[in-house]
């Protein structure tokens, strides 16, 4: 999977994707995303959730993703 820090992409396997998951006590997957303002003020919430910001449009959540708190994730998928 491809995932978005800002203008850095990431690559994000299977197992570390679940090993984030399982880490926490919450999931939200956000699908189509925007700009991710949702996933982030969820997963900033409760240091103990994981969000999800799912979106096929890079410079959608570009702006967003750096400056996100260490429990949220976005991904790049079409």
Request: proline share 3%; net charge positive.
């Given at each position: 999977?491809?995932?978005?820090?800002?203008?850095q992409?990431?690559?994000?396997?299977?197992?570390?994707l679940?090993?984030?998951?399982?880490?926490?006590?919450?999931?939200?997957i956000?699908?189509?995303?925007?700009?991710?303002?949702?996933?982030?003020?969820?997963?900033?919430?409760?240091?103990?959730?994981?969000?999800?910001?799912?979106?096929?449009?890079?410079?959608?959540?570009?702006?967003?993703?750096?400056?996100?708190p260490?429990?949220?994730?976005?991904?790049?998928?079409?």
């Amino acid at each position: 999977m491809e995932g978005i820090v800002g203008r850095q992409t990431l690559v994000i396997n299977r197992q570390q994707l679940l090993a984030q998951i399982n880490a926490a006590q919450e999931t939200l997957i956000d699908l189509g995303t925007g700009d991710g303002r949702y996933v982030q003020r969820w997963a900033a919430a409760a240091p103990a959730r994981f969000g999800i910001g799912l979106d096929l449009c890079r410079e959608n959540i570009r702006e967003r993703s750096r400056r996100t708190p260490q429990n949220t994730l976005y991904l790049i998928a079409d």
